[in-house]
């Protein structure tokens, strides 16, 4: 039979120890492959976490904002509430005929001041009424915008 020589067993020996020496080497590239994506996520988890940061104190920032909006549409509700009462009671006085002898008064000539007197008018609806009806004043002669 055949016998194998020494320097056979010596090449085998050899190309198994390349065959492991290459076997290593890409471990270790392997290695230093995962420590380098292990250093790049770590970059990555560092600028997410400002990023994280970042956007907290841009949320902290706009609920503030967001509460002194909401403490203004409060009032202006407030506001609106109160004008639309007056509105209805502006209103429920012109149905009920409440402003009609002040209306009368308004034709024929009365100051403003005598309006707000009389029928407890503000300025502002004694001026109104004296400036919308004393218009039927002018036509007969008479100054509308006498006081």
Do not use: W
Not at 11 to 17: E, H, R, T
Not at 62 to 89: C, I, P, Q, W, Y
Not at 101 to 109: F, T, V
């Amino acid at each position: 039979m055949f016998a194998p020589s020494p320097l056979v067993g010596f090449v085998v020996f050899v190309v198994l120890g390349c065959i492991a020496l290459c076997g290593y080497r890409l471990g270790i590239r392997r290695r230093r492959k995962r420590l380098a994506d292990l250093v790049s996520l770590g970059r990555t988890n560092s600028e997410v976490d400002r990023g994280i940061e970042e956007l907290r104190q841009q949320l902290t920032i706009l609920s503030s904002s967001t509460l002194g909006v909401a403490a203004r549409v409060e009032k202006l509700a407030g506001d609106v509430s109160s004008v639309r009462n007056r509105v209805n009671e502006v209103e429920e006085c012109a149905a009920a005929g409440a402003y009609t002898p002040a209306i009368k008064m308004a034709e024929s000539g009365c100051r403003v001041e005598d309006l707000v007197h009389h029928f407890g008018l503000s300025l502002g609806e004694a001026e109104l009424l004296r400036k919308l009806h004393g218009e039927h004043a002018a036509a007969d002669g008479r100054d509308p915008t006498r006081h």
